[in-house]
């Protein structure tokens, strides 16, 4: 049972616009979301994440919005550039303890030139 | 320079062979985790060690065995029991094991022929 959902694999956008990739949790314990970028061959790098007390945090050309009403967090980019495509994936915690970090299945952004 | 290795980058095994992939850190992190990704798929979690000398199973531990007797070490076996071993391995660790944000090391694709 998929606890993180990413139902878009894929995803295409021009150079210079707004990237938002989604996603979908059905956990409501949830408290603690990350964004990672894996580029192919290599380990996922984190990017940036968010408290269930918020609802955004930035950095840089990074956004991520949190609606927990909805169970659905975004992450946006803003703006796109071609060394942003790559795969990224949602994950999300609750509370503490080493064995609770839910990963989704993962986002191909490909940014065109 | 620090940060998480794992090698070799590729390795291949013939069917029925126990193998062996290493990871390293540097970090002083006391958690380390194991992950798998296969095509299509989320990381799924292995195996964690929170602390020296204790781990503990994870998703989707069959088939597979760890060692934690360094703190800066935590190898994963991949042993002949693992029904569908083929798949991109990635070593993490993090600060402790609550959510502290889990940084990840290159990976390891393994190919069983």
């Known amino acids: 049972d998929q606890q993180v959902k990413q139902n878009s694999p894929s995803l295409s956008v021009q150079e210079g616009r707004i990237s938002i990739l989604n996603c979908d949790y059905t956990n409501s314990m949830f408290d603690y979301f990350l964004w990672y970028k894996k580029y192919p061959a290599e380990g996922p790098t984190f990017l940036i994440s968010?408290?269930?007390?918020?609802d955004k945090n930035e950095d840089g050309r990074f956004t991520v919005f949190l609606n927990k009403s909805a169970k659905h967090l975004s992450l946006h980019i803003v703006p796109s550039q071609p060394g942003d495509s790559a795969v990224y994936f949602c994950a999300a915690s609750a509370g503490t303890g080493a064995n609770n970090l839910f990963f989704g299945t993962g986002t191909r952004l490909t940014v065109i030139p | 320079d620090g940060g998480i290795t794992q090698s070799p980058k590729y390795l291949f095994r013939k069917e029925g062979q126990n193998v062996t992939l290493s990871c390293e850190q540097n970090?002083?992190?006391?958690?380390m985790y194991w992950y798998r990704q296969d095509p299509g798929q989320g990381l799924r979690l292995i195996y964690y060690s929170q602390i020296v000398n204790d781990f503990q199973k994870g998703d989707i531990a069959e088939g597979y065995s760890v060692s934690r007797e360094k703190k800066e070490s935590f190898p994963l076996t991949v042993t002949s029991a693992q029904k569908n071993p083929t798949a991109f391995y990635l070593c993490?660790?993090?600060?402790?094991?609550?959510?502290?944000?889990?940084?990840f090391g290159p990976g390891t694709r393994l190919t069983v022929l």
């Open positions: 968010i408290s269930s007390i918020k």
């Open positions: 970090l002083n992190h006391d958690a």
């Open positions: 993490a660790s993090s600060l402790s094991g609550s959510t502290d944000t889990q940084y």
